[in-house]
């Protein structure tokens, strides 16, 4: 039982943000290559919540507020490890709705455009990679 109990506390779980829709071939091949690079790196199993904001097709503050509100009731007493961010609108998403949604939850993220992204006041547990648009 205590290997069981250790292996336990080693998994974690992560929060997978998309501010697209989840069939567009980019997001599908980097959801890919996100959840087998990380899976395959740590030693126990790795559960992943997704959630795909479609905020291009509802780009209003409004509906941002709601999806807020809905994923604070959707993810509530669940233990989120770890944020992932993908794309610079899911960032400003996670951003705003962190200290509701999971404060003190380290944030990464990826393909955020440095423009977009550049003068955000980030957290010290806030991290990522920038990409440069030509």
Known sequence: APVAATAAADDKTILLIYAEARLIPA???????IRSTIQSRWPSPVRFYTEYL??????????ERQLGRLMKQKY???NI???????????RF????RASLFPDVPIVFCAGEYESIRDARLAPDVTGV?????
């Open 54 to 63: 479609d905020l291009s097709w509802f780009p209003t503050e409004g509906q």
């Open 81 to 91: 490890d770890l944020v992932m961010a993908c794309g610079d609108a899911a960032l």
């Open 27 to 33: 997001i599908v091949t980097a959801d890919q290559a």
């Open 76 to 78: 509530a007493g669940r």
């Open 130 to 134: 920038t990409m440069l648009v030509d």
């Open 94 to 97: 996670a951003l705003r709705e």
